[in-house]
């Protein structure tokens, strides 16, 4: 099926096009300069930037694929998790489309799009708008044992998927900050400025990571527990912490009237947020007979994490599957990929009486007529 996505759950207008698990074209547009000056995504601003962005995304998008509305079988959308006023714009668009052409519309989860995008198929030039994806449903089915590592700006989780159509379940995720947001504070602490990802990524190569140790969130025997009688929180993170360590260590070189080390401890930080995240998603992967994750979101990116989730995933004999950056990031062919896999799934479409939800959980896939 010729499949329309389109995402708007936090700072990235995307509209992309698949037809069945090929993609097409990926148009996105992000606000990310906007929110610059405030150090974080602002709701409202956001949601003024898709309004914006909308439109122009979508005839770009529809012309780069070189396909018409009326071409289109369905069209699906994010309906949440994400920021309640950036979902309304997506949504509503993605309504009146639907009325207007009279196509089926599918309220997908964004989290569980986030893995679908791993089903396109890998393009052997690779690289361009319709870049290859990490190919994980050659052969025409996803592997038995699959997990999904996702880190971003708004969330940090693991899941499981036993069927990317109807079977995802939520194995552990951050209790507080998500690791992208984690980055962005002390980007701020450390004055980096905004996005602070790629500027502590880079300054920490240059830093020593072992001059300073961080704490590891929710490490502790209390709350890991044990395989047989696992803690409350074994497979969660939590980012608050080790953001109030990094000011204090701050104010303490302040204090004393040292210069601040900001490169030791971007390093520093770096290390521990990784380290945290790469034990505990394996550590989950080993438990639950997982044998293939696949890793989203923004902080894919980082350059660390890649590294050290790669060695442990490789020394615990489990496949990691990166795809390419701008299928990482919010986008709108992960929706379309998503919609496409519960057209060809035989899932009926959502209806148009649906309301976004922001705090959308991942077993609900896709929003079901009946049930709204
Ligand atoms: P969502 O949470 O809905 O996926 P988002 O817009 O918050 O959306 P992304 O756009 O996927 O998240 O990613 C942005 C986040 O990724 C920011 O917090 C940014 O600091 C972080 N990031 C980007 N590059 C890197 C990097 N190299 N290292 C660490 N973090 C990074
Ligand atoms: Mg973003
Ligand atoms: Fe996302």
């Known amino acids: 099926p010729l499949v329309l996505g389109i995402e708007s759950s936090c700072d990235e207008?995307?509209?992309?096009?698949?037809?069945?698990?090929?993609?097409?074209?990926?148009?996105?547009?992000?606000s990310m300069d906007e929110h610059v000056r405030f150090g974080g995504v602002i709701p409202e601003i956001a949601s003024r930037a898709h309004l914006d962005a909308f439109v122009p995304t979508?005839?770009?998008?529809?012309?780069?694929?070189?396909?018409?509305?009326?071409?289109?079988?369905?069209?699906?959308?994010?309906?949440g998790p994400g920021l309640a006023g950036a979902l309304m714009v997506g949504v509503c668009a993605a309504k009146a489309l639907a009325v207007a052409t009279g196509k089926p519309l599918y309220?997908?989860?964004h989290l569980v799009a986030h893995v679908g995008v791993g089903l396109l198929?890998?393009?052997?030039?690779?690289?361009?708008?319709?870049?290859?994806?990490?190919?994980l449903g050659e052969g025409g089915r996803l592997p038995d044992n699959l997990g999904a590592l996702l880190v971003?700006?708004?969330?940090?989780?693991?899941?499981?998927?036993?069927?990317?159509?109807?079977?995802?379940?939520?194995l552990g995720s951050t209790i507080d900050d998500a690791a992208g947001e984690a980055y962005d504070k002390v980007a701020r602490i450390l004055e980096l400025g905004y996005p602070g990802g790629p500027a502590i990524d880079k300054l920490a190569r240059q830093g020593n990571a072992k001059s300073i140790r961080f704490p590891r969130g929710l490490s502790q025997?209390?709350?890991?527990?044990?395989?047989?009688?696992?803690?409350?929180?074994?497979?969660?993170?939590?980012?608050?912490?080790?953001?109030?360590?990094?000011?204090?260590?701050?104010?303490?070189?302040?204090?004393?009237?040292?210069?601040?080390?900001?490169?030791?401890?971007?390093?520093?930080?770096?290390?521990?947020v990784v380290d945290v995240i790469s034990a505990k998603a394996v550590l989950a992967c080993k438990e639950n007979g997982i044998t293939?994750?696949?890793?989203?979101?923004?902080?894919?990116?980082?350059?660390?994490?890649?590294?050290?989730?790669?060695?442990?995933?490789?020394?615990?004999?489990?496949?990691?599957?990166?795809?390419?950056l701008e299928l990482c990031t919010d986008n709108g062919a992960m929706v379309a990929a998503l919609g496409a896999q519960l057209i060809m799934a035989g899932i009926g479409p959502s209806g148009v009486a649906f309301a976004p939800d922001s705090s959308m959980p991942v077993t609900t896939v896709s929003v079901q007529a009946d049930a709204g």
């Open 58 to 79: 979508l005839q770009e998008s529809l012309h780069e694929a070189g396909v018409t509305l009326d071409e289109i079988d369905a069209i699906a959308v994010t309906s």
């Open 292 to 324: 293939d994750v696949l890793l989203g979101g923004g902080v894919a990116a980082n350059s660390r994490l890649r590294e050290l989730t790669g060695q442990r995933c490789t020394s615990a004999g489990i496949r990691l599957h990166v795809p390419p």
């Open 13 to 30: 207008t995307g509209v992309g096009i698949v037809r069945g698990t090929t993609l097409l074209t990926n148009t996105v547009s992000s």
């Open 221 to 272: 025997p209390k709350y890991m527990g044990t395989a047989e009688e696992p803690g409350p929180h074994r497979y969660d993170w939590s980012f608050s912490g080790l953001k109030t360590a990094v000011a204090r260590c701050v104010e303490q070189f302040e204090a004393r009237g040292e210069e601040v080390p900001v490169a030791d401890i971007a390093a520093a930080f770096q290390e521990a």
């Open 121 to 135: 198929d890998r393009n052997p030039d690779g690289g361009t708008a319709a870049g290859g994806a990490a190919g």
């Open 152 to 170: 971003s700006g708004g969330h940090t989780e693991i899941l499981r998927i036993r069927s990317i159509t109807d079977d995802v379940e939520l």
């Open 107 to 109: 309220a997908i989860n």
